[in-house]
């Protein structure tokens, strides 16, 4: 599940085709992967990134990426939220770069 929230500007996205194209008309690339892995909050970068593999590989091949890393956020993370029980909250992302050489 996606939520863009922009409480300034009045918008909120649900819908992960409408949230797409609100970033690609920007530049950014979104898209949602799922796995057959259920992650606990303790969850390593690499068990992520083993289990999102057979999607990743092909789009980092694709795009010159040589690098990914895992942000996750979940109820063990300590962040200040308003309005966001700490129980329901669990969010992974994947970032990627391109090297140089």
Do not use: H
Request: hydrophobic content about 40%; aromatic content about 8%; proline content about 4%.
């Amino acid at each position: 599940m996606a939520i863009l929230s922009i409480p300034e500007k009045n918008i909120e996205l649900r819908d992960p085709a409408e949230i797409r194209s609100f970033f690609n008309e920007r530049g950014v690339y979104f898209d949602q992967w799922t796995c057959d892995v259920v992650f606990d909050d303790t969850a390593t970068q690499e068990e992520i990134l083993k289990a999102y593999e057979k999607d990743l590989k092909p789009f980092m091949d694709q795009g010159g990426y040589q690098t990914a890393d895992v942000i996750s956020i979940n109820k063990l993370t300590k962040i200040m939220m308003r309005s966001v029980p700490s129980s329901s909250l669990s969010i992974r992302t994947l970032r990627m770069r391109s090297v140089s050489l």
